[in-house]
Nanobody, 121 residues
Framework: QVQLVESGGGLVQAGGSLRLSCAASGRTFSMYAMGWFRQLPGKEREFVAGISWSGGSTFYADSVKGRFTISGDNAKNTVYLQMNSLKSEDTAVYYC??????????????WGPGTQVTVSS
Protein backbone atom coordinates (compact mmCIF):
# COMPACT_ATOMS: atom_id res chain seq x y z
CA GLN A 1 0.00 0.00 0.00
CA VAL A 2 1.11 3.55 -0.81
CA GLN A 3 -0.11 6.57 1.10
CA LEU A 4 -0.20 9.96 -0.58
CA VAL A 5 -0.77 13.36 1.01
CA GLU A 6 -0.98 16.67 -0.81
CA SER A 7 -0.03 20.10 0.49
CA GLY A 8 0.45 23.62 -0.81
CA GLY A 9 -3.07 24.50 -1.83
CA GLY A 10 -4.64 27.79 -0.97
CA LEU A 11 -6.10 31.02 -2.26
CA VAL A 12 -4.28 32.99 -4.94
CA GLN A 13 -5.09 35.84 -7.29
CA ALA A 14 -5.40 35.24 -11.00
CA GLY A 15 -1.98 35.39 -12.62
CA GLY A 16 -0.28 34.19 -9.47
CA SER A 17 1.53 30.97 -8.67
CA LEU A 18 1.33 28.04 -6.29
CA ARG A 19 3.41 24.92 -5.80
CA LEU A 20 1.70 21.74 -4.74
CA SER A 21 3.57 18.90 -3.10
CA CYS A 22 2.66 15.23 -2.80
CA ALA A 23 4.59 13.11 -0.33
CA ALA A 24 4.42 9.34 -0.72
CA SER A 25 4.99 6.79 2.00
CA GLY A 26 4.62 3.06 2.44
CA ARG A 27 5.58 0.74 -0.40
CA THR A 28 6.95 3.52 -2.56
CA PHE A 29 9.19 1.11 -4.44
CA SER A 30 6.08 -0.10 -6.22
CA MET A 31 5.34 3.28 -7.80
CA TYR A 32 5.86 3.45 -11.53
CA ALA A 33 4.37 6.86 -12.19
CA MET A 34 2.80 9.71 -10.26
CA GLY A 35 0.69 12.61 -11.28
CA TRP A 36 -1.94 15.17 -10.54
CA PHE A 37 -5.64 15.25 -11.22
CA ARG A 38 -8.17 17.88 -10.35
CA GLN A 39 -11.88 18.09 -9.84
CA LEU A 40 -13.53 21.35 -10.79
CA PRO A 41 -16.74 22.30 -9.02
CA GLY A 42 -19.58 20.22 -10.37
CA LYS A 43 -17.36 18.28 -12.79
CA GLU A 44 -15.65 14.92 -13.01
CA ARG A 45 -12.06 14.43 -11.97
CA GLU A 46 -9.66 15.17 -14.82
CA PHE A 47 -6.00 14.55 -15.55
CA VAL A 48 -3.58 17.46 -15.11
CA ALA A 49 0.01 16.22 -15.29
CA GLY A 50 2.05 13.07 -14.87
CA ILE A 51 5.63 11.89 -14.51
CA SER A 52 7.20 8.46 -14.86
CA TRP A 53 9.83 7.55 -12.29
CA SER A 54 11.66 5.22 -14.66
CA GLY A 55 12.37 7.60 -17.51
CA GLY A 56 11.39 10.94 -16.06
CA SER A 57 8.97 11.60 -18.90
CA THR A 58 6.35 14.21 -18.21
CA PHE A 59 3.01 14.85 -19.83
CA TYR A 60 0.30 17.44 -19.41
CA ALA A 61 -3.27 18.18 -20.17
CA ASP A 62 -3.66 20.76 -22.92
CA SER A 63 -5.41 23.10 -20.52
CA VAL A 64 -2.30 23.51 -18.36
CA LYS A 65 0.51 22.97 -20.85
CA GLY A 66 3.02 25.82 -20.69
CA ARG A 67 1.74 27.00 -17.32
CA PHE A 68 2.17 24.00 -15.02
CA THR A 69 5.32 21.96 -14.45
CA ILE A 70 5.49 18.58 -12.75
CA SER A 71 8.70 17.36 -11.15
CA GLY A 72 9.81 14.70 -8.70
CA ASP A 73 12.36 14.16 -5.97
CA ASN A 74 13.20 10.47 -5.67
CA ALA A 75 15.09 10.89 -2.38
CA LYS A 76 12.04 12.48 -0.76
CA ASN A 77 9.44 10.34 -2.54
CA THR A 78 7.74 13.57 -3.43
CA VAL A 79 6.21 14.96 -6.59
CA TYR A 80 5.53 18.64 -7.17
CA LEU A 81 3.25 20.68 -9.35
CA GLN A 82 4.40 24.21 -10.02
CA MET A 83 1.41 26.21 -11.19
CA ASN A 84 2.03 29.57 -12.85
CA SER A 85 -0.26 32.07 -14.54
CA LEU A 86 -3.20 30.69 -12.64
CA LYS A 87 -6.68 31.32 -13.93
CA SER A 88 -10.02 31.23 -12.22
CA GLU A 89 -10.73 28.12 -14.30
CA ASP A 90 -7.97 26.33 -12.37
CA THR A 91 -10.01 26.47 -9.18
CA ALA A 92 -10.43 22.87 -8.10
CA VAL A 93 -9.51 20.21 -5.62
CA TYR A 94 -6.17 18.82 -6.73
CA TYR A 95 -5.41 15.16 -6.13
CA CYS A 96 -2.13 13.31 -6.21
CA UNK A 97 -2.14 9.87 -7.80
CA UNK A 98 0.29 7.00 -8.22
CA UNK A 99 0.35 3.90 -10.40
CA UNK A 100 1.79 0.48 -9.63
CA UNK A 101 2.59 -0.38 -13.22
CA UNK A 102 2.58 1.09 -16.72
CA UNK A 103 -0.71 1.62 -18.42
CA UNK A 104 -2.69 3.98 -20.56
CA UNK A 105 -1.97 7.30 -18.93
CA UNK A 106 -2.25 7.35 -15.14
CA UNK A 107 -4.94 5.10 -13.75
CA UNK A 108 -4.71 6.23 -10.16
CA UNK A 109 -4.00 3.02 -8.27
CA UNK A 110 -3.47 5.20 -5.20
CA TRP A 111 -4.94 8.59 -4.35
CA GLY A 112 -4.30 11.37 -1.89
CA PRO A 113 -7.15 13.12 -0.07
CA GLY A 114 -6.80 16.27 -2.16
CA THR A 115 -5.92 19.90 -1.57
CA GLN A 116 -8.05 22.90 -2.47
CA VAL A 117 -6.77 25.51 -4.92
CA THR A 118 -8.87 28.63 -5.31
CA VAL A 119 -7.99 31.30 -7.86
CA SER A 120 -9.79 34.61 -7.51
CA SER A 121 -10.36 36.78 -10.56
Amino acid sequence: QVQLVESGGGLVQAGGSLRLSCAASGRTFSMYAMGWFRQLPGKEREFVAGISWSGGSTFYADSVKGRFTISGDNAKNTVYLQMNSLKSEDTAVYYCAADRRPGLGIRGDYWGPGTQVTVSS
